[in-house]
Every structure is written in C-alpha cells, then in structure tokens.
C-alpha cells in the first residue's frame, strides 16, 4: 500500500498520546516542510508494528525526568528517514551491535522490574529489511538513543 509517512505517525502517536501523558513525555516533532508529500510502499500493519515496538522501547527504558522524545522525518535522495531519539539511558557501546538480534536484552535491562522478552527491535528489524529499508541505532549512556530507519521514497509516476 502507499502510505503517506507523515499523517501516518502523526495518527499513531495521537493514538498513543493518553499513554505518553501518563509517561509524562513531550514529543517533538522534526520536520521539513516537503515539496511533495512523502509515500511509502508499506504495510500499514507491518509498519505501525515497527513504530510500536520503538515507542514502547523509549517509554520503557525512559525513566529520568523530564522525558523528551523527538520523531523526525527526513527524506534522503530516493528514500526517506525515520529518526526516533529519546533522552533515556541509553545503551552500553559493548551491547549496542547487538540489540537488533532475538531475545537480546541488555545487562541492565534484564532486572524483573522492565519486563520484555528481547523480540521487539528483531521483530522492527525483520520488517524494514523485509521492505528494503535499514535500521541502526545510535546511543550515547547517559544521553539518550536514537534509532533511525530508512523506507524507499515512493514516487507515483503515472
Ligand atoms: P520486548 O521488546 O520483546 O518487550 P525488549 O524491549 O527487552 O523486549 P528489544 O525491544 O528488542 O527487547 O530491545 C533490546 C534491548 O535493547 C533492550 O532490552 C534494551 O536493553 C535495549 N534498548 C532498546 N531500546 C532502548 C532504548 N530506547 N533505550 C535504552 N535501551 C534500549
Ligand atoms: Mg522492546
């Protein structure tokens, strides 16, 4: 389906805001303003899914005060980017090239009071590969985690 990328998140993260104000997170949005409006070719279902994971991830994880996360939509040459960054813990450098595999949880997060099997970022992983995109992650202890991925930029051309 043709997905357009923008209204698309705006909806989720509306859908979740109930939950983000118990959390007591403030979303920021980064955007550019776009000549033409950005398409995916997606499965909503798919897609929403990888979105969920990550903001369930942030909202977990997050647990200082105040909680920040900015979502931002960039679009590169031929593709367009989805950049989720919270001021959370962050991750240890030693686990960071492995969060994205099954069942991966790091040390710190393994105590029973943050509950997770360790699926989550393989899950969102399989599915943007599946569509021909790209996920990583960068994270800083202390300062937060930024996870970005990439979708095809869908041009209509008929
Ligand atoms: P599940 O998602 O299955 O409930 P999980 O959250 O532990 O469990 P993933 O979502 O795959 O599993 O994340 C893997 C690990 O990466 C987490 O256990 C955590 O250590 C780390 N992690 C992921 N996202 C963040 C984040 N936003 N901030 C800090 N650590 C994170
Ligand atoms: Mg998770």
């Known amino acids: 389906e043709q997905v357009e990328l923008s209204p698309f ?6 859908e979740l805001s109930i939950e983000l104000d118990n959390h007591a997170v403030e979303v920021r ?13 997606a499965d909503r279902e798919k897609l929403k899914r990888v979105l969920m994971n990550l903001l369930d991830n942030a909202l977990k994880y997050m647990n200082q ?13 031929d593709q367009v980017m989805v ?11 030693d686990s960071l090239p492995y969060i994205f595999e099954r069942f ?5 997060s393994r105590s029973p009071s943050v509950r997770g099997s360790g699926l989550g970022l393989a899950i969102a992983r399989q599915i943007i ?8 992650a960068n994270s800083e202890p202390g300062k937060g985690t ?3 991925f990439t979708l095809k930029n869908f041009v209509d051309r008929r």
């Open 29 to 41: 949005w980064d955007e550019e303003k776009q000549p033409q409006p950005l398409f995916v070719l």
């Open 129 to 136: 590969e599946g569509h021909g995109g790209e996920i990583w």
């Open 146 to 148: 930024t996870i970005c």
């Open 83 to 93: 950049v989720l960054k919270d001021n959370g813990p962050g991750i240890h450098p």
């Open 65 to 77: 005060q105040p909680k920040q996360l900015t979502i931002g939509i960039k679009r590169l040459e």
């Open 9 to 14: 998140l705006h909806r989720i993260v509306s």
């Open 104 to 108: 991966y949880r790091e040390e710190a």
